[in-house]
């Protein structure tokens, strides 16, 4: 007891000589006390920030119709091929992490016809630690307004700066014999968007002027590219969930794994 009160009483005493000295406005004094009041609230913000971070666990795949997602999505889920048809409803499960990062994440496929998809965003966009945007590389060129402007919508919710979001567009269907390669589409996306970003901002500023929660794409008075998105990361990469034979365990989907392990 002797000795705990002794501890009280220097504690008391140290404490009570930082106070008159704040008091005494002692310039030295003041400075580390700022020092620490700065040093304890910025591990108290990066703490907090790697908990929300670890919080979101799910990686979403989007894209619109057709693009092959929920074959990706059990590819990746169960190691399986199916004969998936168009989603109405999400999917989920979990995807295990291997090598030396050892745990799960869950894995989402939301639907992709233009009546859903938007919802499914909006209900699951807050607890994404990773989008995977799926693109059907053979039928690209039909697809290019649909997909550039769907994507463009994604990119410019103020949610995916906010979080720093992690994007993989991921160049589907390889082993098809006309699919576009990840540089093609990555080219032609950056053109349709730019276009796009010009009619999208005058159609803001024809009606209130106001932007809402969609975020101005890339550099002001710069041709759009995808390397100005930051803090949002945005990737390419070849795939075929589909594969060569059809089989279980015989796709192409390294790359995106390599991905999902990146952010996870």
């Given at each position: 007891?002797?000795?705990?009160?002794?501890?009280?009483?220097?504690?008391?005493?140290?404490?009570?000589?930082?106070?008159?000295?704040?008091?005494?406005?002692?310039?030295?004094?003041l400075?580390?006390?700022?020092a620490?009041?700065?040093?304890l609230?910025?591990?108290?913000?990066l703490y907090?920030?790697?908990?929300?971070?670890?919080?979101?666990?799910?990686?979403?795949?989007?894209?619109?119709?057709?693009?092959?997602?929920?074959?990706?999505?059990?590819?990746l889920?169960?190691?399986?091929?199916i004969?998936?048809?168009?989603?109405?409803?999400?999917?989920?499960?979990?995807?295990?992490?291997?090598?030396?990062?050892?745990?799960?994440?869950?894995?989402?496929?939301?639907?992709?016809?233009?009546?859903?998809?938007?919802?499914?965003?909006?209900?699951?966009?807050?607890?994404?630690?990773?989008?995977?945007?799926?693109?059907?590389?053979?039928?690209?060129q039909?697809?290019?307004?649909?997909?550039?402007?769907?994507?463009?919508?994604?990119?410019?919710?103020?949610?995916?700066?906010?979080?720093?979001?992690?994007?993989?567009?991921?160049?589907?269907?390889q082993?098809?014999?006309?699919?576009?390669?990840?540089?093609?589409?990555?080219?032609?996306?950056?053109?349709?968007?730019?276009?796009?970003r010009?009619?999208?901002?005058?159609?803001?500023?024809?009606?209130?002027?106001?932007?809402?929660?969609?975020?101005?794409?890339?550099?002001?008075?710069?041709?759009?590219?995808?390397?100005?998105?930051?803090?949002?990361?945005?990737?390419?990469?070849?795939?075929?969930?589909?594969?060569n034979?059809?089989?279980?365990?015989?796709?192409?989907?390294?790359?995106?794994?390599?991905?999902?392990?990146?952010?996870?």
């Amino acid at each position: 007891m002797e000795v705990e009160r002794r501890r009280v009483d220097t504690f008391e005493g140290t404490f009570q000589a930082l106070k008159n000295e704040i008091a005494k406005q002692d310039p030295t004094v003041l400075g580390v006390v700022v020092a620490v009041v700065v040093v304890l609230i910025t591990v108290a913000f990066l703490y907090l920030l790697a908990r929300r971070k670890n919080n979101k666990r799910s990686v979403l795949l989007m894209g619109i119709c057709d693009a092959g997602k929920t074959l990706l999505f059990s590819r990746l889920v169960h190691n399986k091929f199916i004969n998936s048809f168009t989603s109405i409803k999400e999917n989920s499960g979990v995807y295990q992490l291997t090598g030396r990062k050892s745990g799960t994440l869950e894995v989402v496929d939301l639907p992709g016809n233009d009546r859903q998809r938007m919802i499914f965003w909006e209900r699951f966009k807050n607890q994404a630690r990773g989008l995977i945007f799926v693109v059907d590389s053979a039928a690209f060129q039909n697809e290019l307004k649909e997909v550039a402007e769907f994507l463009y919508t994604l990119l410019s919710d103020c949610m995916a700066s906010r979080t720093k979001l992690s994007v993989l567009i991921t160049c589907n269907k390889q082993d098809a014999a006309m699919a576009k390669s990840s540089k093609v589409i990555r080219d032609k996306l950056e053109k349709e968007i730019n276009t796009l970003r010009v009619t999208r901002s005058a159609s803001l500023g024809s009606t209130d002027g106001s932007a809402g929660s969609e975020a101005f794409l890339g550099a002001r008075g710069k041709d759009f590219g995808f390397a100005q998105l930051s803090p949002v990361s945005v990737e390419f990469a070849e795939c075929s969930a589909k594969g060569n034979n059809e089989e279980d365990g015989q796709a192409d989907l390294n790359a995106v794994e390599e991905w999902i392990h990146s952010i996870a």
